[in-house]
């Protein structure tokens, strides 16, 4: 079983700290970025939907760059770019981590921008006609029930983003991809070693698949 198609699977064992540690940077930056994402992306899908001609427009355009540009594009020009422009050198992490929140905004401003806009006008006009002002109705009437329909493509990008995070080895971050990589080419264990990557990148995403049909369940119970 140790060397099963000829290959030394027990022998993963002795890098699997080296592995963890990348899983580790995976899920910081993943949890982190996707939590900054989500926030800027509620305020940017808002900014979509905005009387405010200025917000909208530049909501639109942050939007329009991000999702016009790859990732690994991104990921270059904030690591390698951007600090010639600031005069500050980020941190390989950091940049990571930027990286995924400006990406991950993108998406869910537009998710939570179709979510609002398919609530429909009469259940603002009902908030409106109990006295409720604008900001009221929007906290009380409409979020909760777009947060509702938000979930199932929230989701999905909160995937799309954990594994672009894969991406991120290009600009020397020490997640799941850069550890294995090195451990590979120092011990040639490519099989057994990408393997064990996949298998981590499979575990994460179905464990937030799980997570997220359970919070949609609870939420569909209570509606």
């Not at 929007?138 to 954990?162: D, E, K, Y």
């Not at 995070?165 to 490519?190: D, K, M, Y």
């Not at 099989?191 to 575990?203: K, Q, R, S």
């Amino acid at each position: 079983m140790e060397r099963l198609l000829g290959f030394n699977w027990a022998g993963v064992i002795e890098f699997l700290p080296a592995l963890t540690a990348g899983l580790y940077y995976t899920l910081f930056i993943s949890v982190v970025g996707l939590a900054i994402g989500f926030v800027l992306g509620a305020f940017v899908g808002l900014g979509r939907i905005s009387r405010f001609k200025v917000v909208y427009a530049l909501a639109t355009v942050y939007i329009e760059i991000i999702r016009g540009t790859p990732v690994l594009v991104q990921a270059i020009w904030i690591y390698f770019a951007l600090p010639l422009i600031i005069q500050y050198t980020l941190p390989s992490v950091l940049a990571g981590v930027i990286v995924i929140a400006l990406n991950s905004g993108a998406y869910i401003a537009e998710i939570v921008r179709g979510a609002v806009q398919s609530i429909e006008k009469g259940q603002t006009e009902a908030g409106r006609s109990l006295g409720m002002s604008r900001h009221m109705t929007m906290r009380h009437v409409v979020w909760p029930q777009a947060f509702r329909r938000m979930i199932p493509p929230l989701g999905n990008q909160f995937i799309i983003s954990i594994k672009d995070t894969s991406l991120l080895s290009v600009i020397l971050v020490p997640e799941l991809i850069f550890q294995g990589r090195l451990v590979a080419a120092n011990h040639f264990n490519a099989v057994e070693i990408y393997t064990t990557v996949a298998l981590f990148y499979l575990a994460i995403t179905l464990t937030l698949s799980g997570v997220l049909r359970l919070v949609e369940k609870r939420l569909e119970s209570r509606s």
